[in-house]
């Protein structure tokens, strides 16, 4: 055999010892590649190269896109010597735009008798040179608007501002926000803040037509979206006469308007600005709570015709009640109590015939303990099961541990109005957390004409309601010590209009809250 056959045999031999010794396949590798580039998993993806590669390219690409999630489909692997090619697809994720999918090849070789990645810029995108940085370059929709329920706009800056309040304002987006938003979303960008502005900034921003580019260059245009308007349930007239109502009363004071057939919120206005008082109040309703106790005691067989007593002192539990400013009315019928706001008549009533269940069961029919959803932050009214005999008194006439808002005793008042208590609504499109709930059979018709008594004979009798008006007055102490201050409280309905009036430290809610109340209903 020549010299030159026998080096010819050596160099085959070789060849096949070099292929049989080589550990693994170039789609084993090519799979835990891009099962560590979707993962994220840096190091487990340099594991993978021939030479040693800094990758800081997926990361920067990852940051830049705002990519949510990846997905990497290999195609199928050709093979030839030590060389191969896994090509693939990589669909990402990015967060506010969507999905963004293209195509690209993972080059393999064989380095230290195993498959390995050969990596270079192109790796991770075609058209990748070193040094290249990815981007998005957006153009923005004009934004959306926020109306009242006649379609106009109430986000100009220019409405009152209890409309502000509940509106919210536009403010320049902090890296915070844009970490939370989306990288489609720079610093300094006009976002909303606090209010609707802010609870539905996606929906008005809508979606920016976005430019993925690499390098300077485009690679795809991914369209946008005009934002959605908020139409709101605010009618102009009721809020005007609502404002035009509380505007001059020296005490914060705050009203919330309903509509009692939809529970569509009217009008919402604070005299004060700051704490948004008429959402988020938590005063004790007092004796305004004494038509939901009365609620619990007519569904228990009770008539506006039945004799009671309304003493100047009833004991109750241990707990020594007594009527404002130590009234009596001795022998009257339970209509005639309820207008002249008798505690002593209905703590003990609540005893003998409620109970803790009942008393909490006509106070959830009406919307305390009901999670709210209108669209801001608004607090539910909080009525906890009384764990005394001297809670339930109190209870029974708004005191305790009772809380709610002006929206929460408004909505009481439409509920009462309409029969049906339904979760107060702000912006219709959004969805309730809390059903519908329909007061006791046989209580609606009794308890408005104890509503109507309290205007034309009781304790509202002075304050120069119109005629038609149905309401309660309520006096509710709070603080600590013997002399106790009051906030004064009037909530009632006229026709397909429900109301709530507070005013913090106001003192008696006939004297003070009613009269406020008759302006605005003469407003109307």
Request: charge should be neutral.
């Amino acid at each position: 055999m020549s010299v030159a056959s026998v080096l010819a045999v050596g160099a085959a031999a070789g060849g096949a010892y070099y292929v049989l010794h080589t550990r693994g396949t170039p789609a084993e590798t090519a799979q835990r590649f891009a099962a560590a580039w979707q993962a994220g998993d840096w190091p487990a993806m340099a594991a993978q190269l021939a030479k040693p590669q800094q990758l800081g390219a997926y990361d920067q690409q990852r940051g830049a896109l705002a990519v949510e999630s990846s997905s990497i489909q290999l195609g199928k692997i050709t093979e030839s010597d030590d060389r191969a090619r896994a090509p693939y697809t990589a669909t990402l994720t990015l967060k506010n735009l969507g999905k963004w999918s293209y195509q690209g090849q993972i080059d393999l070789m064989v380095a230290d008798r195993a498959w390995k990645v050969d990596w270079k810029p192109q790796t991770l995108h075609p058209s990748m040179t070193s040094g290249a940085t990815f981007g998005l370059k957006t153009r923005w929709p004009d934004r959306a608007e926020i109306t009242d329920a006649d379609g106009s706009r109430i986000d100009t800056g220019t409405v009152g501002g209890s409309v502000q309040q509940l509106v919210g304002f536009l403010d320049k987006a902090t890296k915070k926000d844009v970490a939370k938003l989306g990288s489609s979303y720079k610093a300094g960008q006009a976002i909303g803040r606090g209010g609707l502005q802010e609870t539905f900034q996606k929906r008005l921003a809508g979606t920016p037509a976005t430019e993925i580019q690499l390098g300077g260059k485009t690679l795809e245009t991914i369209e946008g979206a005009d934002g959605e308007p908020v139409r709101t349930t605010l009618d102009p007239h009721v809020q005007a006469a609502a404002v035009a109502a509380v505007k001059d009363v020296d005490k914060p004071t705050s009203m919330v308007a309903v509509k009692p057939s939809t529970g569509e919120i009217l009008a919402v206005v604070n005299n004060k600005g700051g704490f948004n008082r008429a959402l988020d109040g938590r005063y004790p309703p007092g004796s305004t709570f004494k038509a939901v106790t009365a609620i619990g005691l007519l569904a228990a067989g009770m008539s506006p015709q039945d004799q009671v007593t309304c003493p100047m002192y009833a004991t109750v539990g241990g707990l020594k009640i007594r009527n404002s400013e130590k009234e009596e009315f001795g022998s009257l019928s339970f209509l005639d109590s309820f207008a002249h706001s008798c505690n002593t008549t209905f703590a003990p009533l609540a005893e003998q015939k409620l109970g803790a269940d009942k008393l909490l069961a006509a106070a959830e029919d009406v919307g305390f303990n009901q999670p709210l959803n209108i669209g801001l932050p608004a607090t539910k009214a909080s009525f906890p099961k009384a764990q005394s005999g001297a809670e339930l008194a109190a209870e029974a006439f708004g005191q305790a541990r009772i809380t709610a808002s002006p929206l929460s005793m408004a909505s009481v008042a439409a509920a009462i109005a309409d029969g049906t208590w339904r979760p107060p609504t702000l912006v219709p499109s959004l969805k309730q957390k809390a059903a519908e709930r329909e007061l006791p059979d046989g209580v609606k018709s009794p308890l408005h004409a104890m509503m109507a008594a309290v205007v034309s004979k009781g304790t509202a009798k002075s304050a120069g309601l119109p005629a038609g008006t149905h309401g309660k007055t309520g006096t509710a102490e709070y603080g600590t010590g013997d002399k106790l201050e009051s906030h004064a409280w009037f909530m009632g309905f006229k026709g397909d209009v429900a109301f709530a009036v507070v005013v913090e430290g106001g003192g008696g809610g006939g004297k003070v809250a009613a009269p406020v109340a008759a302006t605005f209903l003469k407003g109307l």
